[in-house]
């Protein structure tokens, strides 16, 4: 038999590339489907109750996020083996809210060990990572249209506002503290994330703390470590700036999951922004276009559905949509 030269070895690799790329390249222009090279992995949010599991599997999901963290590790093992067996995976854990801001050095201790225990749960089931909250002020600060936020390498603040802070003095404090306070409560928690493999995963949410893209992902690279990242809501923040400039402001870098929901924003909920958060395509995220900037950034993530009284089924149907870059067909 002849030896395969360098020259035919290349040779040959260019026709079985093109080849094979004709079939994929001609199924996509006669199903009109986009092609994308990220990947996103459909998942549901569960205490997780294992009469579930089948019927999400069944509607195509992959895996769940966990909102039951303070459990027997035993009792953790069981319910992922309950989920392996149906071919789902547990991938993260809501540890949800922690009091890292608080006065008392030793409510921020024991919400710290609350934590641990989080993480510890998470390594249990075959997570690797946990969503957390790390604080809340009760402050709202000024209007959501009216912030500019400007913040030195500590991330401490300045100015939350054009023109006169004075009214926001408190806002500033307490936004101040909250940093300083999260950061060192944070990086006590990085040695055990580390040993159990468990990404700590800080949530945009309403608690009125790090609420532009820019200073959210400053704060997170403050931590400098693979073991403390984002689990971006896409829909959480849409009043104070678009899905698209989170994405672009946290990138793969800092990213390591997803939760999707709608927003509404318009004079209605300005003055009520409660009444703005519904199911995806209700909204004013433009889910295609969020789609693209994943596929450009490059992050292939979990993403949980969080919003609407949908079926499985449905729910799969909306998620397949958003995936695969179609416009959004709400049931109804």
């Not at 997170?220 to 009043?239: C, E, P, Q, T």
């Not at 789609?291 to 089924?313: A, C, F, M, Q, V």
Request: proline share 5%; hydrophobic share 40%.
């Amino acid at each position: 038999m002849r030896h395969m030269t360098r020259r035919d070895f290349f040779k040959t690799a260019s026709v079985l590339t093109t080849a094979a790329a004709l079939p994929m390249a001609s199924t996509l222009a006669d199903s009109g489907e986009k092609c994308y090279k990220t990947k996103l992995y459909k998942s549901f949010i569960s205490s997780p109750d294992p009469s579930q599991f089948e019927q999400f599997a069944a509607a195509g999901f992959e895996g769940l996020e966990a909102t039951s963290w303070d459990i027997e590790l035993q009792q953790a093992k069981e319910n992922r083996k309950r989920a392996e067996d149906c071919g789902l995976r547990i991938h993260s854990v809501m540890r949800g809210w922690a009091a890292f801001n608080s006065d008392d050095a030793a409510e921020r201790e024991a919400s710290a060990e609350t934590v641990i225990k989080a993480i510890k749960t998470a390594a249990a089931y075959g997570a690797d990572a946990i969503l957390l909250v790390p604080c809340l002020i009760k402050n709202p600060g000024p209007n959501p249209w009216e912030f500019n936020i400007k913040f030195d390498g500590n991330c401490r603040v300045s100015q939350v506002v054009d023109g006169d802070n004075a009214p926001y003095e408190e806002y500033i404090n307490l936004q101040n503290i909250a940093t300083e306070r999260t950061f060192e409560e944070v990086q006590k928690l990085i040695p055990v994330a580390a040993y159990e493999g468990v990404t700590i995963a800080l949530e945009n949410v309403w608690n009125n703390l790090w609420v532009k893209p820019d200073f959210a992902a400053a704060f997170i690279r403050m931590f400098d470590s693979r073991w403390v990242r984002a689990y971006l809501d896409l829909g959480n923040h849409v009043k104070y700036a678009p899905p698209i400039e989170w994405l672009e402001a946290m990138g793969t870098e800092l990213i390591t999951k997803l939760h999707i929901k709608d927003y509404l924003l318009n004079d209605e909920t300005k003055a009520d922004p409660w009444k703005g958060f519904c199911g995806m395509g209700n909204g004013n995220v433009d889910w295609v276009a969020v789609r693209d900037k994943i596929e450009e950034l490059g992050l292939s993530s979990w993403i949980s559905y969080e919003e609407g009284n949908y079926t499985p089924e449905q729910y799969g149907v909306i998620m397949d949509d958003f995936v695969n870059g179609r416009k959004i067909a709400v049931p109804q």
